[in-house]
């Protein structure tokens, strides 16, 4: 064991170190899925984007 939990366990504070954990764990959570809804959106977009441009293609050699 590190010794930061060391010292809460001999502090009898483990509800804090558990908050702390939890919070902690939250927080890394809420960061990557943002970060891959980001993602997601660029791909989206990037995919408009395509059909877009074929449109465009389609509509330049039907006309």
Do not use: P
Request: proline share 0%; net charge positive.
């Amino acid at each position: 064991m590190t010794e930061l939990t060391q010292t809460f366990i001999a502090k009898g504070d483990l509800a804090h170190l558990a908050l702390f954990l939890w919070a902690s764990s939250s927080s890394a959570l809420l960061v990557w899925s943002l970060r891959e809804l980001v993602r997601a959106n660029c791909r989206f977009n990037d995919f408009v984007a395509e059909i877009t441009r074929l449109n465009s293609y389609l509509s330049g050699r039907l006309s």
